[in-house]
């Protein structure tokens, strides 16, 4: 059985990982016959953003982990215990925690980093040459993982790619239901909600991600 | 386009909803072609828990409609804003939320009790004559709502089957990948996370939930 590691960057599309995409993409790994552990950094968020009102919450604090631990149902480890080789492949759900957290994308656009401990895992994986997915914001980090001329999607939002060109990402546009591949460091990358208008939509990219993932692990 | 409207309790299984389940439910709905709109009651959740250690955070508080804005990526309203007549039925995800916020069964037990927005809206769903569905704990709340001799099942946990019978209900054991149905109350149950050991297994039986509820609405 395919083993796939799962990194979470909080609980929330707007200051962490996107519930959708990280539910759906569980839910595609083990319905194609693969299983998973899902992981994320011991830091605090970059803030807390109230989902009823979109306002950041002023002198609240949470933690990644800890709030990434309900969308995991509590099986979840800290980033730093991850050892690579008990994994196959690697995927990353969307949402505002991937830009805020594991990279400060949101913030900083083109001149981003990544958050330390989520940039040595991941350059991991791709040293070991284990396919990875990046889901909807995500691939804002491929390029500050697999360097100049490696291929991505987050859809068809010019502005975005026009960032991520700048950062050394050959993006390439792509609608919901399909994905784009970078062949040479074997990533996978699925706009899901940087275009999806409902969670059918989301699933459809996002299966395929999955589907092609565990082929490929 | 037969519209749902999705109880949220909170988002996270130990506090709030059932997070998988609650987005299985908002998945199965939209690729079996209705629409769902998310309601919460605006409470605060009767306490707060720690997703990675299980322990109780003394002195936080938290909001149930603003933390299950989460699941629903912001597109939520206060459950006292719920127009009966607008929707074809309802339907709950468990999670401890539905025992802890919805009502105090996860407290009480067979004396527990509703919480009253929740219960006049549950009600008038009943009177109307429109089908519910309740998945996972969520079903402790059936007798409440409809009255001695109503069905539903918890799964096959036999102590809380007993609790839930001398409350009125009559309770059916089920497997994960099945639904319990009550004809005359237009009530359909299944375990979910009750029973299941992963998201698939969960999904199956919310599936067809999801099935029978669209057809009878």
């Not at 990353?92 to 991937?98: D, N, S, T």
């Not at 401990?117 to 284990?130: E, G, I, M």
Request: with cysteine; proline share 3%.
């Amino acid at each position: 059985m395919k083993k796939i590691a799962i990194i979470l960057s909080g609980c929330g599309v707007y200051d962490g990982s996107e519930i959708h995409e990280a539910v759906l993409t569980m839910l595609a790994i083990t319905q194609q016959g693969g299983e998973y552990r899902c992981f994320a950094p011991n830091i605090n968020q970059h803030h807390v953003v109230n989902h009823l009102t979109g306002n950041i919450e002023e002198g609240e604090t949470r933690n990644v982990l800890v709030e990434s631990a309900r969308i995991a149902r509590g099986d979840i480890e800290d980033i730093n215990e991850l050892v690579v080789t008990d994994f196959d492949a690697l995927v990353l759900p969307g949402g505002f925690g991937a830009a805020k957290n594991l990279c400060d994308f949101a913030i900083k656009g083109e001149s981003c980093m990544m958050q330390s401990d989520v940039l040595r895992v991941f350059q991991a994986f791709a040293q070991a040459n284990k396919p990875a997915g990046y889901i909807c914001i995500a691939p804002a980090m491929i390029a500050l993982v697999y360097g100049q001329g490696s291929q991505g999607t987050i859809g068809t939002d010019r502005d975005i790619a026009a960032q991520l060109t700048s950062m050394g990402l050959k993006h390439i546009s792509c609608p919901v239901d399909e994905i784009v591949m970078d062949e040479k460091n074997k990533v996978i990358s699925t706009p899901a909600y940087m275009l999806a208008g409902n969670i059918g939509e989301a699933a459809q990219g996002i299966n395929k991600l999955i589907e092609k993932l565990l082929a490929m692990a």
